[in-house]
């Protein structure tokens, strides 16, 4: 995982995160420069089953609570878990399963969101 953009510590500790429990396509959509944004990021990644978005989920919030003393304004998603979403306010967190992270596709319908790769192993 390498990336040349410097993040806040809480977009580092997600991204270190989803990294740990071997989180796919880690990508990072910045909205600060658009109007009428809804937070300031998405973190968005899929893993390859319920499991292991489960297994992403908590290993974010865990990590984040523990190095930041943050905790989430709202979890949803977790009883099926084919798409997470953790609300930091400033920046939401989507963990999807591959299927459901396709036809959502949310990193073309944010098409405008300067977007941020982070998919090196």
């Known amino acids: ?6 993040f806040n510590s809480l977009i580092d500790t997600i ?14 959509l ?3 420069k658009m109007d009428n944004r809804i937070c300031d990021y998405f973190v968005i990644c899929d893993g390859g089953s319920n499991t292991q978005v489960n297994a992403i989920a908590s290993s974010i919030t865990k990590n984040v609570s523990k190095k930041l003393k943050n905790k989430p304004w709202g979890v949803e998603g977790t009883e ?8 930091y306010v400033d920046v939401i967190v989507h963990i999807f399963q591959k ?3 396709e036809f959502y596709d949310l990193e073309n319908l944010w098409g405008d969101a300067n977007k941020i790769e982070f998919n090196e192993k």
């Open 99 to 101: 299927t459901k992270r």
């Open 15 to 28: 991204v270190k995160s989803i990294d740990k429990v071997k989180g796919n396509e880690i990508n990072v």
């Open 30 to 32: 910045d909205f600060r």
């Open 80 to 87: 099926n878990a084919e798409w997470i979403l953790i609300d």
């Open 1 to 6: 995982m390498s990336s040349k953009v410097k």
